[in-house]
């Protein structure tokens, strides 16, 4: 039976879609999902009373939303404004202030509080914490009581050479408990130039999140809104700024972000990192602009971070032709003039000699050349080195930048240096183009590292502009399982051979983990796999002299079936391979699905039954298909003579998902699940 699964066209789902919003100069533009606000209901405001309790949050014992919660942020505010003092200069002051409802004792730990600042050495670069006051409140039969912190219990703790931390604890905090603190921390703009991102989202529902900044037009931020629920509130308006001192007061623009209901975050399966997802507002500086004085300027453009790491001694310094380099060359020269095998040996030589520390890094640690006198270096050291060398054999190559998965997205419209921490290299070979990473032992030239495939890379081209490339991949996960054995009936006995092909990155994953191992670690681990089977006799195949080809396994085995009779036994042929339970559970989700690759899983099995015995009823084969080729699953069992067989293939041929399509893929891994977990009747013919 054959099944299509339609793409649903819905309306807008404002908490679905990505929001990345870029306010310049004080000019904003705003997504989609905002500029449906003009045609929302009016609003409601919320503006507590620091110190006052209402009844109804202490009557509270579970989130409206999210009965699991375990606490609610009922209010978190923060504001942030600039003035200037003689002593220090331009300093940015925040006051934050945040209220929680205690759920669960197991969140009864938020109640000790630590206030993190940073110690630059001197007066002018050093943070600092005031006003710190708190209240713990509690009902006492009908009435609510109120516990101040005590100014006492404030405690200022040396944690490093640059970093303090106040800490307190909030009185008397038990389950049903209201806690509420505020300070206020004042950072110079010369220890940093730029307010600390502000997440509108944490592991708890925030109820109302709040986030205020006034910036005079003497100072210019690029601000980035970015995440998967939309504001509340977004107000701008241009009000009189009073700095302290006369030649930059004058006006600035006032902004307000609010938003309400902003659901927990909870990693959801098949994400890069929580920070993709979040819902955040973060700023860079892009210039000062002081009367009377000359315009600074902060902010970058591709070109200029471009120019940035080709100046650095880390990074451009280290694309020099240095000796050894040219030793390689001339030893790989005399072998081969053919492009394509000077690519195989020069990145052979540097996956298999020069060993990766497992650090990343944008700029070289101690230096290429010293790299390859230890023999080890960083993911930098090893992928310039390797661009060198290609380079020094005529080979079109150049440095690529990226962000890792764990590290976070980069997006083209926001150039920031620090949005990468990753080097690997591009070579070109006619028309085609391969991305090189020698950090991987068992990789080879055209595949990068799972943690590395995360979005868009750039080129760093040693003249002319650098340009963006897709870090995606056509290389899957592909996983072959087979079974080939006799069943019998009478005692529930299944003995046979069992196969494993591993290809793409199911094989490097598998390199990588048994390799360096001791040779009985994989048959080790593959019985704890399969506790109720008996196996002995397993072989491998291909460890690692082909590394592009697949990684076989085989193996002798046998199981019991402790349910079975003479006259019928209930049956599952899909052994192994087996999809039991919807990966995909939630109801909804907010966040778009990421596989990091496309990815195959097969399962073949063929099962002989003894004379006299009959499958009862074979099942309809079945397939189905997402839309637009984006996936497949086929499945179907049938008998020839004595002979049971049944095949599953499940195929997904893209990485990402957006949550509009989390329906559709829910369906999908539903009939997977249902035939997966279909049993066969096999009976004794009478």
């Known amino acids: 039976m054959l099944y299509y699964i339609k793409k649903l066209t819905l309306p807008i789902i404002m908490g679905a879609k990505m929001l990345v919003c870029i306010f310049v100069l004080h000019n904003f533009i705003l997504t989609d999902a905002q500029a449906q606000k003009a045609a929302a209901p009016a609003r409601v405001d919320f503006k507590p009373k620091l110190g006052v309790i209402d009844r109804a949050s202490l009557d509270m014992t579970a989130d409206s939303g999210d009965s699991t919660a375990e606490a609610v942020a009922l209010y978190d505010y923060g504001e942030v404004r600039f003035s200037y003092t003689e002593r220090v200069g331009i300093v940015m002051t925040m006051k934050y202030w945040t209220r929680i409802k205690i759920l669960k004792e197991s969140a009864l730990d938020r109640a000790s509080v630590s206030i993190p600042i940073g110690d630059g050495g001197s007066f002018d670069q050093t943070e600092s914490i005031s006003d710190i006051s708190g209240y713990t409140y509690n009902l006492n039969g009908n009435n609510i009581e109120t516990i101040q912190l005590p100014r006492k219990s404030v405690v200022r703790e040396k944690v490093s050479d640059k970093v303090w931390n106040y800490k307190f604890n909030l009185q008397n905090v038990r389950k049903g408990s209201i806690i509420e603190y505020c300070y206020t921390k004042t950072t110079p703009l010369k220890y940093q130039d730029k307010p600390d991102t502000w997440t509108f989202q944490g592991s708890i529902p925030f109820k109302w999140s709040e986030y205020k900044i006034t910036i005079p037009y003497s100072l210019y931020y690029k601000i980035t809104m970015n995440g998967y629920v939309p504001l509340y509130i977004t107000d701008k308006e241009e009000v009189s700024v009073s700095m302290g001192l006369s030649k930059l007061d004058g006006h600035g623009m006032s902004y307000r972000f609010v938003m309400k209901d902003a659901p927990a975050f909870s990693k959801e399966s098949f994400i890069t990192t929580p920070s993709d997802y979040l819902s955040k507002i973060s700023f860079e500086l892009a210039s000062v602009s002081i009367p009377g004085e000359i315009v600074r300027t902060y902010s970058n453009k591709w070109e200029d971070v471009d120019k940035t790491l080709l100046m650095s001694a880390g990074f451009g310094g280290q ?36 060993k990766w520390d497992e650090n990343g890094g944008v700029v070289s640690r101690d230096g290429v050349k010293k790299a390859f006198e230890n023999k080890k270096g960083n993911a930098s050291d090893i992928n310039l080195m390797l661009t060198c060398l290609l380079r020094e054999l005529d080979l079109d190559s150049d440095p690529v930048v990226l962000s890792t998965r764990s590290h976070g997205q980069v997006y083209e419209a926001i150039p920031l240096l620090e949005g990468f921490n990753y080097v690997v290299s591009r070579a070109k070979i006619g028309e085609k183009e391969y991305l090189l990473d020698a950090t991987q032992r068992y990789g080879y ?24 490339v897709d870090l995606s991949t056509k290389t899957t996960l592909s996983k072959l399982e087979m079974i080939d054995a006799e069943l019998s009936p009478a005692d529930g006995t299944l003995k046979g051979n069992y196969m494993i092909s591993l290809a793409g990155y199911e094989a490097l994953r598998w390199r990588e983990n048994y390799l360096s191992e001791a040779d009985n670690v994989y048959a080790d681990q593959l019985k704890k796999q399969l506790p109720e089977w008996e196996i002995n006799n397993v072989k491998i195949g291909n460890k690692k002299e082909k590394l592009r080809d697949a990684v076989e396994m085989n193996c002798k085995f046998e199981v019991d079936n402790e349910n079975a009779s003479p006259d019928i036994l209930y049956f599952n042929p899909v052994l192994v391979g087996r999809v039991g339970e919807n990966p995909f559970k939630a109801l909804t989700r907010i966040y778009p699905i990421d596989f990091t690759s496309g990815f195959s899983s097969s399962f073949i099995g063929n099962y002989k039954l003894p004379e006299g015995y009959y499958l009862e009823e074979t099942p309809k084969m079945e397939i189905i298909t997402l839309p637009e080729k984006a996936g497949r699953f086929a499945y179907q069992v049938k008998q020839v003579e004595n002979v049971i067989s049944v095949n599953s293939m499940i195929m997904v041929n893209k990485a990402k998902f957006a949550a509009e399509e989390y329906d559709v893929l829910r369906e999908f891994y539903d009939r997977i699940v249902q035939k997966h977990t279909q049993t066969l009747v096999i009976k004794k013919k009478k």
């Open 445 to 468: 030239p055209g595949i990068l590292p799972e943690h590395a495939l995360n979005g868009i890379g750039r080129v760093i081209p040693d003249k002319g502009n650098g340009y963006f």
């Open 319 to 354: 694309l020099k032709r240095y000796s050894f380099i040219k030793d390689l060359k001339e030893e790989i020269s005399k072998k081969t003039s053919d492009p394509a095998e000077k690519l195989e040996m020069a990145y052979a030589y540097i996956q298999q000699n020069i």
